[in-house]
Nanobody
Framework: VQLQASGGGLVQPGGSLRLSCKTS????????MNWYRQAPEKQRELVAA????????SYADAVKGRFTISRDNARNTLYLQMNALKPEDTAVYYC?????????WGRGTLVTVSS
């Protein structure tokens, strides 16, 4: 199982980014997917989740109304559209899948929100 996150970068407050997570080794459409983030000196936290094959989503209160999680089952890819970014959104963002009882994480992509 491999997950490859991309799309991070430096953005000004109020800006937008779209993260992608390309997966392989699983039948992607069958599994719920998650985005987590970890800010410096803080614990990793769940940001957003999407069911399989994609009907239901949920969000952390801190990002509700600003972030949108989605998936393209034909491309085995998970997305996180992030709008109205704030400095407190600065973190390494990870995608995760639970497969056969084990959690698999992508390497992470750094998002820095700063002027």
């Amino acid at each position: 199982v491999q997950l490859q996150a991309s799309g991070g970068g430096l953005v000004q407050p109020g800006g937008s980014l779209r993260l992608s997570c390309k997966t392989s080794g699983i039948n992607f459409r069958l599994y719920s997917m998650n985005w987590y983030r970890q800010a410096p000196e803080k614990q990793r936290e769940l940001v957003a989740a999407i069911s399989a094959p994609g009907g239901n989503t949920s969000y952390a209160d801190a990002v509700k109304g600003r972030f949108t999680i989605s998936r393209d089952n034909a491309r085995n890819t998970l997305y996180l559209q992030m709008n109205a970014l704030k400095p407190e959104d600065t973190a390494v963002y990870y995608c995760k899948v639970r497969f056969r009882g084990s959690d698999y994480w992508g390497r992470g992509t750094l998002v820095t929100v700063s002027s």
